[in-house]
């Protein structure tokens, strides 16, 4: 049993195994929110097509819109490449993570539980959930890149709506822990990053 329970709803301690894979889906997902957020502001096709446009305006020479579009994708490149290794980074931690409780190790939260307060219960369907969601996006994501060419566009919709579970639960997530580490469950943060006996 890899996160001891000392009572009902809190006080766990973290192993080491359990914190190397939380901390390193953590930073996965704030490297992947970094990629498509300047994919979607600063490096956004059509804002540097305009950059383009705007340094050519003086010039002798022209670019159609077109050009200045693909342009615009052939700069993004290789930032993009980078969305692409750490999502395949992400496959292996995360398929290490469902492999683990396999063999009794990082057992997945389980919300039919006995003795659990509805609090906890409901945490345990939001990681099921978020869990869920990352099989999708991640699935989606080796189909964009391997999937039969007629799926791309509409995979790559479903891939897109990522972005929202993501920020939905990092939102409740920092703000569950917070709350917990304030009130419920001190020193849970501390936990999470430097293990501990309590
Ligand atoms: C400051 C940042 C963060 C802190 C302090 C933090 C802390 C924690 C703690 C203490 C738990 C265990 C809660 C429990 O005992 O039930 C946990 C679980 C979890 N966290 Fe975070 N977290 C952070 C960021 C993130 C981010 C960015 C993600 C992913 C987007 C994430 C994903 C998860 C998941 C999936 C679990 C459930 C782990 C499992 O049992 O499989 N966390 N986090």
Redesign the pocket.
């Known amino acids: 049993m890899i996160?001891v329970r000392n009572n009902f709803m809190e006080n766990?301690n973290?192993s080491l195994i359990y914190r190397t894979i939380?901390w390193l889906?953590?930073i996965s997902?704030?490297l992947l929110m970094i990629t498509i957020f300047l994919r979607m502001y600063w490096m956004n096709k059509t804002h540097v097509s305009d950059i383009i446009a705007d340094f050519l305006k003086d010039k002798s020479f022209s670019l159609t819109e077109e050009e200045r579009i693909l342009l615009a994708k052939k700069i993004r490149k290789p930032m993009w490449q980078w969305h692409i290794y750490i999502g395949y980074f992400l496959v292996g931690i995360f398929s290490l993570?469902m492999v683990l409780p396999l063999f009794g190790i990082?057992p997945?939260?389980n919300p039919m539980q006995q003795k659990i307060s509805q609090v906890v219960k409901i945490?345990k369907w939001v990681?099921l959930l978020?869990?869920l969601c990352v099989s999708i996006s991640l699935v989606t994501g080796l189909l964009i890149e391997f999937g039969p060419k007629e799926w791309k566009s509409s995979v790559e919709n479903i891939h897109e709506l990522s972005i929202y579970y993501?920020l939905t639960?990092?939102a409740l997530?920092?703000a569950g822990?917070l709350y917990a580490d304030f009130v419920s469950d001190k020193g849970?943060?501390s936990?999470?990053i430097g293990g501990g006996n309590k």
Do not use: D, E, G, N
């Open positions: 996160a766990k973290y939380h889906i953590a997902f704030v993570r990082m997945l939260p945490q990681y978020f869990y993501l639960y990092i997530h920092l822990i849970i943060i936990r999470m």
